[in-house]
């Protein structure tokens, strides 16, 4: 068995990739401390946004249909930040940067330490923000102990 040991990149097609690189330039370069580059691939131009851990590339989409997140595809991402605290301000630095995004609130339904903030991309892609949850860092910091 060979493990996988993180994502490597995501691809999300935009109808306008000029409208949506706005918006990540708010939410991944403004915000979360994203870096960014722009390529052609096929003759089409993407822009990836990247740090340490994965990239987040746009690119022009073939079809024009809006995105549903009930339809079998992607229903949303959720990136993680460390604190309840880094939850707080994200929500509040997007609202700040004019993106709508929900107050900072614990949902724990979810788990009873499950901080986050939800946000939509101009396609309809739902972004969310959450804490590094207790079980989350278990499951981290003892996957060889762990069963299951």
Do not use: K
Not at 12 to 33: K, P
Not at 66 to 78: I, N, T
Not at 103 to 115: I, K, N, S
């Amino acid at each position: 068995m060979t493990p996988v040991i993180g994502i490597d990149h995501l691809y999300i097609t935009v109808s306008d990739l000029a409208r949506s690189q706005a918006f990540y330039d708010t939410v991944f370069l403004g915000v979360l401390g994203f870096r960014r580059n722009s390529f052609a691939l096929g003759g089409e131009p993407h822009v990836q946004y990247y740090n340490r851990h994965f990239g987040y590339v746009l690119r022009p989409a073939r079809v024009d249909l809006p995105h549903q997140p009930y339809a079998p595809g992607l229903h949303h991402l959720c990136l993680r930040v460390d604190t309840v605290d880094d939850v707080r301000t994200v929500a509040e630095a997007l609202n700040a940067a004019g993106i709508a995004a929900t107050p900072a609130a614990l949902h724990g339904d979810y788990a009873p330490d499950y901080w986050a903030t939800f946000f939509t991309d101009p396609d309809g892609v739902r972004l969310e923000v959450t804490n590094y949850r207790a079980e989350r860092r278990e499951r981290h910091d003892h996957w060889d102990d762990l069963q299951g």
